[in-house]
């Protein structure tokens, strides 16, 4: 399974922007994570992309966060609002086949290379 992000970049606080996430092989559920230098990578939104579509946010994005799916182009998104400076990170996407779909890190078996987003 490769998984390839895109659509990170620069925006001012406030701003918004939208990751991408191709998925070689969509697995059950796939989720975004994102990380700043010297952390733990922190889980922030998760759906079950081949099935129902249900959603799950991290609370520090609930709200203007939203995780959404494109099956037939095999695709994840993130839109995201009202970005703050603590959002900047290196955002990832990563993909799991099993029955559970949550924000944990050691779920997951399948990562992207990241994409960096930086909020000034």
């Known amino acids: 399974v490769q998984l390839v992000e895109s659509g990170g970049g620069s925006v001012q606080a406030g701003g918004s922007l939208t990751l991408s996430c191709r998925a070689s092989?969509?697995?059950?559920?796939m989720g975004w994570f994102r990380q700043t230098p010297g952390t733990e990578r922190e889980g922030i939104a998760a759906?079950?992309?081949?099935?129902?579509?249900?959603?799950k946010y991290a609370d520090s994005v609930k709200g203007r966060f939203t995780i959404s799916k494109d099956n037939a182009k095999s695709t994840l998104y993130l839109q995201m609002n009202s970005l703050k400076h603590e959002d900047t990170a290196k955002y990832y996407c990563a993909a799991r086949a099993g029955d559970i779909c949550a924000v944990y890190e050691t779920l997951y078996s399948y990562w992207g290379q990241g994409t960096q987003v930086t909020v000034s």
């Open positions: 759906i079950y992309f081949t099935t129902t579509g249900t959603t």
């Open positions: 092989t969509p697995q059950r559920c």
